[in-house]
Nanobody
Framework: VLLVESGGGLVQAGGSLRLSCEVSGGFFSTYHLGWFRQAPGKEREFVAAITRSGDATYAKGRFFISRDNAKNTVYLQIFNLNPDDTAVYYC??????????????????WGQGTQVTVSS
């Protein structure tokens, strides 16, 4: 299973961004999907997740996660970006539902990450 993120880049504070993650080689519609991020010197942290049935959960506001099963793609929209959002953003796929969807080790497959840098 291969996950490939895209859509990162340099953004000014206050702007918005949409990240994409295309999944290939597996059964996309059966996966629960999550987005995590990791800033330099910090641990990987949960951002958002969406179940195979479309239920979403978030760490905080300003994020919106969605999925398109026809395109095997999961999206993460980030609104009102600020410099604290600067991080590498990763998508991940989970075969078996975990109780919270917030724990990185519960995920089976990971992408390589896409860098998001927010300038003030």
């Amino acid at each position: 299973v291969l996950l490939v993120e895209s859509g990162g880049g340099l953004v000014q504070a206050g702007g918005s961004l949409r990240l994409s993650c295309e999944v290939s080689g597996g059964f996309f519609s059966t996966y629960h999907l999550g987005w995590f991020r990791q800033a330099p010197g910090k641990e990987r942290e949960f951002v958002a997740a969406i179940t195979r049935s479309g239920d979403a959960t978030y760490a905080k506001g300003r994020f919106f996660i969605s999925r398109d099963n026809a395109k095997n793609t999961v999206y993460l929209q980030i609104f009102n970006l600020n410099p604290d959002d600067t991080a590498v953003y990763y998508c991940a796929a989970q075969r078996q539902f975990s109780e919270t969807l917030r724990i990185p080790t519960d995920y089976d497959y990971w992408g390589q990450g896409t860098q998001v840098t927010v300038s003030s």
